[in-house]
């Protein structure tokens, strides 16, 4: 059977794969509605949440191929596709489950839901526009090398079994999200990150066999993932500039910090829009239509752009695609060698964070620093101060507060979750003291606004069933009352189960966000890595405190070090 942290990583991946080709799938289909994105997200989130326990449903797997397959199906079928074409892939995936060793079935579900070019070879034109055909065998050749490397049965031992694996998949995201980038910037010529994408389809099959060190086979081979990655972005960001509203809010309001100004007095978003030429319906509405103009985030938001802008930045995406690589690179410097090509997949393959936090320009800075309070768990300091740190960037942390600290409680005891959530509250104020102290009716009202204000419903959430779906709109309250809840009770079952699903500490505090009446998608597109983070971090690490019943419950999902032989397969190891 597959061991219980495999098949976590695997249900992670798939639900990644599932919620980029629910975004493909918009991009192709321009004309449609956002609610294929509920249904996406709803699936998402679900095999996430499936992937929380310290021993997952043995069912998981199959739960995921079902989901995979009904999106992909869907999908097809919705963009009047080849019905045919993409009912043998899923025949051939499945298949291909049944070939593959049963430790690593999940995985192969992983690599059916990741390779997102389905949609457009399977769609009605799969060259059309600018598509270089060569990108097109690249796609399909590391498919293949995917298959081969789940379906050997060579004699092999499973650590390198696993690596193989993961080399595959990273190749098969590496290509996808090129093959993604073609659908928002198109070339005309063969691209950077077209000539990249080769390379590594190229590269590494031979490098998940040569002999050379791991360490060093393992960091060529996520170096050329990364690099392909960075050039991709690159490509976005050299051919769309500023496109949403939510880039122009760091940037103006780090220009009016350097004029002197507060910007929580002084922020105007309609003249932040304009400021940088974007259409003035981008600006986000009020309910009654008429447009948001407070400040509504915490100030590190801008503090953190404030000193490259001051240094003549003019595109303050690149600063965040540098957060986001210098994340992947710590979350992959953290975990054990075997795995590092999964983490780098899920980063890779993840279409949220390509679309939101890089093209759109929407701030990572506080899912990178939950992700850092998650995988230093172990640092009394560390740790609560990135918390804090990530609060006082954005709101989504926010939520994550109460369960980091029925973490720490459950982990260390009472005393270091309440010194921790003291740390972790000061590391939040201090940067926006100062800014509250000067207008503090305008700070709360600013900040409060996404929660508490009359912002219009929006996301791709439980609301969008309403905006674009069968449902009826409901009253605002009623979606502040299911997130609450759904809030208390997922708070609860951590603290009962604490043993049994120490990684709900990570995924539960998104369930209400997609409750709410607002549902954005940058909320969610971290939960990845986040889970990664949680993984090496809460079942990995062990607790300072001495606790034999708990270190018994989570022994058998931790992580493994590099064997030196050949692991069996029926072990409980990962």
């Known amino acids: 059977m597959p061991s219980n942290a495999l098949l976590r990583a695997a249900l992670v991946l798939t639900a990644t794969g599932i919620v980029s080709a629910s975004s493909v799938r918009r991009?192709?289909?321009?004309?449609?509605?956002?609610?294929?994105?509920?249904?996406?997200?709803a699936f998402y989130l679900g095999l996430i949440v499936l992937a929380t326990p310290v021993r997952p449903p043995r069912w998981a797997a199959l739960a995921g191929f079902g989901l995979a397959a009904l999106t992909y199906v869907v999908a097809v079928l919705a963009l009047h596709g080849n019905a045919l074409a993409i009912g043998l892939?899923?025949?051939?995936?499945?298949?291909g489950y049944l070939a593959t060793p049963i430790v690593f079935r999940?995985?192969?579900v992983a690599g059916f839901a990741l390779w997102t070019p389905a949609l457009r070879f399977f769609g009605p034109a799969p060259l059309a526009d600018a598509f270089p055909p060569v990108l097109a065998l690249a796609s399909v050749l590391a498919l293949f090398n995917l298959v081969a490397s789940l379906v050997d049965r060579s004699a092999v031992e499973h650590d390198e079994r696993l690596r193989r694996i993961g080399l595959g998949i990273l190749a098969v995201v590496t290509v996808a999200a090129v093959v993604e980038r073609h659908l928002v910037v198109e070339s005309r010529v063969v691209a950077p990150d077209d000539l990249m994408a080769l390379v590594v389809v190229g590269s590494l099959p031979i490098l998940a066999v040569v002999r050379l060190r791991p360490s060093v086979r393992d960091a060529l081979a996520t170096g050329l993932a990364l690099a392909a990655f960075l050039l991709t972005a690159m490509a976005l960001l050299l051919g769309k500039g500023y496109h949403a509203d939510v880039v122009t809010v760091p940037h103006h309001a780090a220009e009016e910090l350097l004029a002197?100004?507060?910007?929580?007095?002084?922020?105007?978003?309609?003249?932040?829009?304009?400021?940088?030429?974007?259409?003035?319906?981008?600006?986000?509405h009020n309910e009654d239509g008429t447009p948001m103009r407070s400040l509504n985030y915490p100030a590190l938001n801008f503090l953190v752009v404030t000193p490259f802008v001051a240094a003549?930045?003019?595109?303050?995406?690149?600063?965040?695609?540098?957060?986001?690589?210098?994340?992947?690179?710590?979350?992959?410097?953290?975990?054990?060698?075997?795995?590092?090509?999964?983490?780098?997949?899920?980063?890779?393959?993840?279409?949220?964070?390509?679309r939101q936090n890089i093209l759109a320009g929407v701030d990572p800075t506080w899912s990178m620093l939950t992700i850092f309070a998650w995988l230093f768990i172990a640092s009394r300091w560390a740790?609560?101060?990135?918390?804090?740190?990530?609060?006082?960037?954005?709101?989504?942390a926010w939520f994550v507060a109460p369960f980091y600290l029925i973490a720490i409680w459950k982990r260390e005891g009472r005393a270091e979750a309440l010194r921790r959530g003291t740390i972790a509250a000061v590391a939040a104020l201090l940067p926006n003291l100062p800014f509250i102290i000067d207008a503090p009716g305008e700070f709360f009202e600013g900040v409060g606004g996404p929660m508490v204000g009359?912002?219009?419903?929006?996301?791709?959430?439980?609301?969008?069933?309403?905006?674009?779906?069968?449902f009826p709109l409901l009253p605002r309250a009623v979606y502040g009352v299911l997130a609450a809840a759904s809030f208390v009770l997922l708070a609860a079952v951590l603290w009962r189960f604490w043993r049994r699903i120490p990684l709900g500490a990570v995924v539960f505090p998104f369930i209400p966000l997609y409750l709410a009446w607002r549902s954005l998608q940058n909320y969610f597109g971290s939960i990845p890595l986040?889970?990664?983070?949680?993984?090496?971090?809460?079942?990995?690490?062990?607790?300072?405190?001495?606790?034999?019943s708990a270190a018994s419950a989570l022994a058998p999902s931790a992580m493994p070090a590099p064997a030196t032989s050949g692991a069996s397969p029926r072990s409980t190891a990962p």
């Open 27 to 41: 991009a192709i289909d321009e004309t449609g509605t956002d609610l294929p994105f509920a249904i996406g997200y």
């Open 89 to 95: 892939y899923v025949l051939a995936a499945y298949l």
């Open 106 to 108: 999940p995985l192969t």
């Open 260 to 284: 002197g100004e507060n910007p929580y007095r002084t922020f105007d978003l309609p003249a932040a829009v304009a400021e940088f030429g974007l259409d003035p319906q981008l600006v986000t």
């Open 312 to 354: 003549g930045a003019r595109d303050i995406r690149w600063i965040y695609l540098a957060e986001i690589l210098i994340e992947v690179l710590i979350l992959l410097r953290a975990v054990r060698i075997p795995w590092r090509p999964l983490v780098a997949a899920a980063a890779v393959g993840n279409t949220i964070i390509m």
């Open 383 to 396: 740790s609560p101060i990135a918390l804090g740190l990530a609060m006082a960037s954005r709101q989504p």
């Open 454 to 470: 009359a912002l219009a419903p929006s996301g791709v959430g439980f609301v969008r069933l309403a905006l674009d779906g069968p």
């Open 530 to 548: 986040l889970a990664m983070a949680g993984e090496e971090g809460l079942l990995t690490r062990p607790s300072a405190r001495p606790a034999p």
